[in-house]
């Protein structure tokens, strides 16, 4: 029975249990760094990562006028506004 030790017996690997694992990221980083993939670590830097652009709310012609005057958009800034 030489080579069949730690198989099932349906010729499979018994499955191993995760689910208690408690490891954190730090555990994980220093663990892969010692790691030697055979790669080279340097390269250009990766370029920043982009900030999505943010639309400001729009003021409803209903609304108060942003400047502050009291009188609706419509009334105020947003005669001219098609």
Known sequence: A?????RRH???EPKTDLRNISTNKAAI??????RSTGMPQEGPPAPPK???VR???KVGRNDPCPCGSGKKFKNC??????
């Open 77 to 82: 800034h947003g005669t001219n506004a098609v």
């Open 29 to 34: 980083e220093s663990t892969t760094s010692s």
């Open 55 to 57: 639309a400001e709310q």
């Open 50 to 52: 982009i900030q999505p």
């Open 10 to 12: 349906d010729g499979r």
């Open 2 to 6: 030489a080579g069949r030790a730690g």
